[in-house]
């Protein structure tokens, strides 16, 4: 199993930046992808951005590519997201995400955290 836990969330007004970190722990060998999700209040979750196990190969959805910059430090099991130019859309709570299959990791990974709330207001 592996465990992640997701910290950073916070209030923000509009144009302000966040960083968001995931550690993880538990059975954390290589490969383990990761990726942040997230889910505005009301609405499904959504695929943010993700990172391969060694960190060369990242996807961001489209509504945040140029805003939002994904990274990790694999000597301490953290991923990071970098979040600027932050927008009300933006609000959501953001989870954490795993998988060994890089082909899942934008879909259907199958270990989460239990998110961060982001609020940004206008």
């Known amino acids: 199993q592996v465990q992640l836990v997701e910290s950073g969330g916070g209030l923000v007004q509009a144009g302000g930046s966040l960083r968001l970190s995931c550690a993880a722990s538990?059975?954390?060998?290589?490969?383990?992808?990761m990726g942040w999700f997230r889910q505005a209040p009301g609405k499904g979750r959504e695929f943010v951005a993700s990172?391969?196990?060694?960190?060369?190969?990242?996807y961001y959805v489209d509504s945040v590519k140029g805003r939002f910059t994904i990274s990790r430090d694999n000597a301490k099991n953290t991923m990071y997201l970098q979040m600027n130019s932050l927008k009300p859309e933006d609000t959501a709570a953001y989870f954490c995400?795993?998988?060994?299959?890089?082909?899942?990791?934008?879909?259907?990974?199958?270990?989460w955290g239990k998110g961060t709330l982001v609020t940004v207001s206008s």
């Open positions: 995400v795993a998988d060994r299959a890089l082909t899942d990791i934008r879909s259907r990974p199958n270990y």
């Open positions: 990172i391969s196990g060694g960190g060369s190969v990242t």
């Open positions: 538990g059975r954390t060998f290589s490969p383990l992808h």
